[in-house]
T-cell receptor, first 114, second 109 residues
Framework: DTGVSQDPRHKITKRGQNVTFRCDPI?????LYWYRQTLGQGPEFLTY????????KSRLLSDRFSAERPKGSFSTLEIQRTEQGDSAMYLC????????????FGQGTRLTVV | ELKVEQNPLFLSMQEGKNYTIYCNYS?????LYWYRQDPGKSLESLFV?????AVKQEGRLMASLDTKARLSTLHITAAVHDLSATYFC?????????FGTGTSLTVIP
């Protein structure tokens, strides 16, 4: 296993379109996180899953955003009716639930809404 | 809401010099992580600090955690150009990681 994988790496979309990103975590990790990072800022938490259950969502996650993790493996993050303010790097991370909860991040998906 | 503050936000230092980056946080936690991010890249894990008094060292970087003071430090010894990057601390509350504002480090020859 080579780490957390995200697809696509880059996405350019027109305002109003829907986009979907995929994250494949490290296989033995049961926690999966989504973060958003804009230029010059630290990553902001969006949501996290433990196995297939979505346990916490940020207020940043408006009703246009939805995340799933069917069967507790890969996860998808969908943004509907994209807005220019959605332009950011979307980062996925995974970790164990245990004494060492170090999170490993994927390469991210850079979204540009034009 | 938990706040994680790093200082300085920007740091320009000469090669060979020493410096410390500070990370203060506003809630009880005994788990803190340091990450490095190069421009346009994702986050690379540097240190995992899981208890009060934890100290970890890797090369020219050393991180420590004081949970009573809610403070972590990242010390840079004899800086080299390759250390130029943005450094983030992140506090683990059990449900999510709260990231600091980041410290953009530039090492000047």
């Amino acid at each position: 296993d080579t780490g957390v994988s995200q697809d696509p790496r880059h996405k350019i979309t027109k305002r109003g379109q829907n986009v979907t990103f995929r994250c494949d975590p490290i296989s033995e990790h049961n926690r999966l996180y989504w973060y958003r990072q804009t230029l010059g800022q630290g990553p902001e938490f969006l949501t996290y899953f433990q196995n297939e259950a979505q346990l916490e969502k940020s207020r940043l996650l408006s009703d246009r955003f939805s995340a799933e993790r069917p069967k507790g493996s890969f996860s998808t993050l969908e943004i509907q009716r994209t807005e220019q303010g959605d332009s950011a790097m979307y980062l996925c991370a995974s970790s164990f639930r245990g004494p060492n909860t170090e999170a490993f991040f994927g390469q991210g998906t850079r979204l540009t809404v034009v | 809401e938990l706040k994680v503050e790093q200082n300085p936000l920007f740091l320009s230092m000469q090669e060979g010099k020493n410096y410390t980056i500070y990370c203060n946080y506003s809630t009880t936690s005994d788990r803190l992580y340091w990450y490095r991010q190069d421009p346009g890249k994702s986050l690379e894990s540097l240190f995992v600090l899981l208890s009060n008094g934890a100290v970890k060292q890797e090369g020219r970087l050393m991180a420590s955690l004081d949970t009573k003071a809610r403070l972590s430090t990242l010390h840079i010894t004899a800086a080299v150009h390759d250390l130029s990057a943005t450094y983030f601390c992140a506090v683990d509350t059990g449900n999510q990681f709260y990231f600091g504002t980041g410290t953009s480090l530039t090492v000047i020859p």
